[in-house]
């Protein structure tokens, strides 16, 4: 049975820094595209950053450039964001997902409707 844990989330200040850890069971993580998402209340889910299986490929949204990171250890199967600067737009709920990597062909990889794995989230809160 596919399963991500994500964890490190918390409340920070604004300027702040925390590092989210995603942990996969059941499934060999170097053949899945991986994304990170967050969901603040009120709003609707937004893709943050995306790694393709091989780490060859790498997106962020522009409101995370510059100050998030998103890192793989398939050795360890797991898959990281590093986040720095934060601000209180960025409290939200963090989620991993993860789609089987395809081919040439394969849908573009920020888009999210095609993530079928999902964990249960953490909560990141950016607040004074």
């Known amino acids: 049975q596919l399963q991500f844990v994500e964890s490190g989330g918390g409340l920070v200040q604004p300027g702040g820094s925390l590092r989210l850890s995603c942990a996969a069971s059941?499934?060999?993580?170097?053949?899945?595209?991986i994304s990170w998402a967050r969901q603040a209340p009120g709003m609707e889910r937004e893709g943050v950053s995306w790694?393709?299986?091989?780490?060859?490929?790498?997106k962020y949204v522009d409101s995370v450039k510059g100050r998030f990171t998103i890192s793989r250890d398939n050795a360890e199967n797991t898959v990281y964001l590093e986040m720095s600067g934060l601000k209180p737009e960025d409290t939200a709920v963090y989620y991993c997902?993860?789609?089987?990597?395809?081919?040439?062909?394969?849908?573009?990889?920020?888009?999210?409707?095609?993530?079928?794995?999902w964990g249960r989230g953490t909560q990141v809160t950016v607040s004074t």
């Open positions: 997902a993860a789609r089987r990597r395809g081919g040439s062909d394969a849908p573009p990889l920020t888009d999210l409707t095609t993530y079928a794995y």
């Open positions: 790694i393709n299986a091989r780490g060859t490929i790498i």
């Open positions: 059941g499934f060999v993580l170097d053949s899945y595209d």
